[in-house]
């Protein structure tokens, strides 16, 4: 393809998701956009990039951004954040006042094996009056998230077998998450780039392996904006190859929790002015 026709793919992906494609990254473009060239008859990229010009292509615009996102998770992903999460929750419930609604997000949640996870953590923990919302800009993990249905390979991923056969069913050959699971966890199409305030506070933030696809000055728009979204003592939780340092002075690492972060005084101070 030749380079005006990706710089121009490339910028709409960016302005979409936030996602940065370098031109390394071409060879994606090929494997990834075939299927949906084929089903458009569009013969190639070029032809899909000189489509694209077009601003009444809007579905089409959805459809390659979605395409050239990375979906990738499992279930107790890493596992640190939700021995971390295991010990932060009994202590953060004690300080709310009675009737508190624990909220968490899962934000960036792919096919909601983080929220599932979260969710059998308070159901371990004995948390009944709690809510999980995961979102993603994906129409098509979000789908695959509220399902709850998940492969072989998926669940032997993290998941340890006793939590299978306690909150999963099988299903033709496949597993679903079982009812009381399910109920916990509400899952919607969001882009991270948006205006969050109408979701309002929530006591814990999961946004990990997402931000390593963004450019810095994106990175620090997303987590001022999760930030903002947050209880004053409430945690956020990055993936092992993300931080938060040289991007925002608004959440500060908790010390010795590798991918824990907290509102930083400062950031705080200038949320509140
Ligand atoms: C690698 S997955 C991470 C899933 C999960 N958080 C985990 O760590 O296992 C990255 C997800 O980010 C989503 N994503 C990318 N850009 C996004 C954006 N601007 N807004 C919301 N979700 C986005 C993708 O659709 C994808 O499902």
Redesign the pocket.
């Known amino acids: 393809m030749n380079a005006e026709g990706f710089a121009s793919i490339a910028a709409l992906v960016k302005a979409r998701?936030?996602?940065v494609l370098t031109p390394d990254k071409e060879y994606m473009l090929d494997t990834r956009l075939a299927p949906l060239m084929k089903q458009a008859g569009i013969p190639n990229l070029d032809a899909l990039a000189l489509k694209l010009r077009d601003p009444r292509a809007d579905a089409l615009a959805r459809d390659v951004t979605e395409a050239l996102?990375?979906?990738?998770?499992?279930f107790f992903?890493d596992g640190k954040p939700f021995d971390h999460l295991k010990r932060l929750l009994p202590p953060l419930m004690a300080k709310r006042p009675p009737g508190h609604r624990l909220r968490i997000w899962s934000a960036?949640?792919?096919t909601g094996?983080?929220a599932y996870s979260v969710a059998m953590i308070l159901q371990e923990l004995g948390i009944k009056n709690a809510e999980i919302l995961g979102?993603?800009?994906?129409r098509e993990?979000v789908e695959r998230a509220r399902d709850g249905v998940f492969t072989q390979f998926e669940v032997q991923r993290g998941l340890p077998v006793q939590m299978l056969v306690k909150h999963f069913r099988q299903e033709r050959g496949k597993w679903r998450v079982g009812p009381s699971l399910r109920e916990m966890v509400r899952f919607e199409e969001?882009?991270?780039?948006g205006d969050h305030r109408a979701l309002g506070k929530f006591d814990v933030v999961?946004c990990?392996?997402?931000l390593i696809?963004f450019d810095p000055q994106t990175k620090g728009r997303v987590l001022n904006a999760l930030a903002a979204q947050m209880a004053p003592d409430g945690v956020m939780y990055l993936?092992g190859a993300e931080t938060v340092l040289g991007l925002t002075d608004r959440l500060a690492p908790v010390s010795g929790e590798r991918g824990a972060y907290a509102l930083a005084a400062a950031g705080q101070a200038r949320m509140a002015g």
């Open positions: 998701s936030g996602i996102t990375t979906n990738e998770s499992s992903r960036a949640c792919s094996q983080e979102t993603d800009l994906s993990v969001r882009n991270l780039l999961f990990r392996n997402v696809y993936g």
